[in-house]
């Protein structure tokens, strides 16, 4: 029987490898603006961009962060690298120059108003907040470990009065724009290729919707493969995945591997 491996080595053009940024590429960081990805894994991917049907990068973070501490940019072999952030509302290809500017939704703008005087009032005014245009990202990490547990029912509740969905991450909580989510991303890249091989890796909840992408996709005849890059913090993918890396430094070694097939 042909192993997931070499069905992508007989058919390379036919494979998706599609990644998650934080966590998966880049190192949790206790600053969000230094997460930079793992020289190791750009590397690999520019290898395998030339050689592959589709390499993209599925993140919760907007296009331009990921551009930022990506290092992509003019990268050797990435030349047709698709960036799909901010769980898919937003889209870059390489070919496209700078990402477009954001346009603020006004249920973000009202809740930027209101945070800091409603964190304040819940004993969360030392959180920080990062704006990303279509979502408010609210960070605990490094202060009461369970400040994030407190905060995660009221900011639903304040979730739902604005119509904005909610991501819990590691040591976070999205409050974002509604309708788009990595699974259906995946998907849509998935059909605009007609991808016959699909590798995901992630390892958070955000990515859980990519996992089941990944699932359903194979439950229709295609080749599908999930990697977890595991942590502490999150175990939620481990039981779901075929393989499980340590990290982001797992991760840049299976690249380079596979990167080594071709």
Known sequence: MTTFREAVVNDPAGTLLALDFDGTLAHIV???TQAYAHERSVAALGRLGPVLGQVAIITGRPVEQALELGGFVGFAGLDRLIILGQYGAERWNAGDGAPAPIERPVAIARLLERLPGWLAERGGD???L???????AIHTRGLDPDLLAKLAGPLSELA???DLAVEPGRQVIELRVAGVDKGSALKA????????HV???GDDLGDVPAFDAVDELRRSGLDGLLICSASSEQDALVSRADVVLNGPDEIAAWLEELADEF
């Open 130 to 136: 990062e704006d990303k245009g279509l979502a408010v």
């Open 189 to 196: 890249l998935v059909d605009e290729m007609n991808a016959q």
């Open 160 to 162: 739902a009065e604005l």
């Open 126 to 128: 030392n959180v920080r």
């Open 30 to 32: 206790d600053d969000p």
């Open 199 to 201: 590798i995901f890796a």
